[in-house]
């Protein structure tokens, strides 16, 4: 029996309202970090009279992506705005994206404030992108017990790329890096072998073969090097003036830490996942509020990271497909088809959706959902399917108690079909399986037998017999019957 009440109005309404309140909210953070107006700045001197010797420092200790890529042109954004004598970027990566390299070096080639990367802490490496970015700077200094290289191109997963793409790839990055060595000054040959030969070189190596400019122990003995050094800029040579210079340290915004924690494949598959499952959750069992809520927000927050990834439409197709596969189970309940369908899609989505086309890129930390976080999530989810399918199944099974004054009462009443459910639905023990109503509430019942050639929607009937919440009904002359609509 199903009350006909504006609860199952509201059920969509509320996923829909806690879905828009999120989407304001990330749009503010959006905004505000556009204009500048949560931007992380700390310095020794943050004044307006900002003196013309200031030094802006970046640190970056991580993979290359469309964030830190981001996060590095806000920096030379920010230099420009103070009339900064010069950008520091403190660099250690193990390499990254070959699309967010570019958007780093061609930042640096067109920036009118000398930019210095500088290879540091001791035992930090500039590896595959951070060849070009560092090669792609005025001045390339590194610290000692660091080393530079090993740029050649592979899939996006990390895997070597078939011969006819490998070749073009790598022709196409040897290329992308002779091009900066020649603008820079820099070794063209040293710097093309790190493409060809994945060759790798130390501090001292790398400034012996003409591709660092020097080495300096730490950030300070660094500053104190530079004072003075020459650098081209626009085809001006400047000389830096670095004396009582004051740094202004760079930090990343709210949003673009939370940006870069969700752009890890893993983490934003695991938030579409149980995004989905949430709002399905709050749909099939409404009024809990919790589910819905944390639910929309996990899909936001999911697809925002998959956003700032190389991913696959094949991925979210099969993703967006699991999920309505989900919704499916819950509207057939005890079916577990559709359940276990929406989980190997799942499965499958996760594996299409990032790396798994191979596409080009610079090795570094491969951006692939990791294959132990598929089978678990996969395991976790049939799992829970096939428990909720059996036990809707049982449910099915349980008589409710049916009162025998509600009973008595609704035999001999009269309504109406307000939709037949054959041959979509079930077929009753009686006949055809329809949906009555009775006393303006909803219910489930058959016709019985010799009545199925007046079955029609809108058909007059009277309830004959009364079995748990299904109604065993006969059809009856308009003239006799009573119109509940």
Excluded: C
Aim: proline fraction near 5%; aromatic fraction near 6%.
């Amino acid at each position: 029996m199903a009350d006909f009440s504006l609860d199952k109005f509201a059920r969509p309404a509320r996923v829909l309202l806690a879905a828009l309140v999120a989407l304001v909210g990330l749009w503010g953070l959006a905004t505000n970090s556009g204009t500048g107006g949560d931007r992380p700045v700390s310095a020794q001197s943050t004044s307006s009279d900002t003196p013309q010797n200031n030094v802006v420092l970046i640190r970056l200790d991580g993979a290359i992506d469309g964030v830190t890529a981001r996060f590095i042109v806000r920096g030379l954004r920010i230099a420009e705005e103070q009339d900064s004598e010069l950008v520091v970027l403190m660099l250690d990566t193990p390499g990254g994206l070959l699309d967010a390299t570019r958007d780093i070096v061609a930042s640096f080639l067109l920036s009118p404030v000398p930019v210095v990367v500088y290879v540091a802490p001791e035992g930090a490496q500039a590896a595959s992108a951070g060849t070009f970015i560092g090669a792609a700077a005025n001045v390339l200094a590194m610290a000692p017990t660091t080393n530079i290289g090993a740029a050649s191109v592979v899939s996006s997963d990390g895997s070597d790329l078939p011969d006819t793409l490998s070749r073009k790839a790598m022709q196409d990055a040897a290329a992308f890096i002779r091009s900066i060595a020649e603008t820079r000054g820099r070794n063209i040959s040293a710097l093309e072998d790190t493409v060809l030969l994945a060759t790798a070189y130390s501090a001292t190596e790398a400034v012996e073969l003409n591709i660092a400019d020097l080495i300096a122990v730490d950030y300070a003995s660094l500053l104190e090097q530079l004072d003075g050094y020459e650098v081209v800029v626009s085809g001006e040579t400047l000389v830096l003036d670095l004396s009582g210079a004051d740094t202004t340290t760079v930090d990343m915004t709210l949003l673009e830490r939370l940006l870069a924690f969700i752009a890890n494949p893993n983490v934003a598959f695991l938030l579409v996942s149980l995004g989905g499952l949430g709002v399905i959750v709050e749909l099939w069992n409404p009024g809990m509020w919790v589910p819905g809520t944390l639910g929309v927000l996990f899909l936001i927050l999911g697809w925002a990271g998959i956003g700032q990834l190389p991913f696959s439409w094949a991925g979210v197709s099969l993703i967006i497909l699991s999920l309505l596969l989900f919704y499916l189970e819950t509207t057939a309940p005890g079916i577990g088809y559709f359940g276990v369908a929406g989980t190997i899609t799942l499965v499958l989505g996760g594996l299409f959706l990032v790396g798994f086309f191979g596409s080009p890129g610079i090795p570094g930390d491969a951006p692939v959902v990791n294959r132990w976080l598929l089978a678990t999530t996969g395991v976790s989810v049939g799992v829970f399917v096939l428990w909720f399918a059996f036990e809707l199944r049982k449910a099915r099974r349980i008589k409710l108690y049916q009162s025998p004054m509600v009973s008595t009462s609704l035999v001999g009443a009269t309504g109406v079909i307000s939709a037949i459910l054959s041959p979509a639905g079930p077929t009753g023990p009686s006949g055809p399986s329809i949906e009555v109503l009775v006393n303006g509430e909803h219910w489930t019942g058959e016709i019985e037998p010799g009545g199925a050639d007046s079955l029609a929607e809108g058909s007059n009937v009277e309830v004959v017999r009364v079995d748990g919440n299904h109604l065993t009904v006969k059809p009856v002359q308009p003239e006799t019957g009573v119109n509940n609509e």
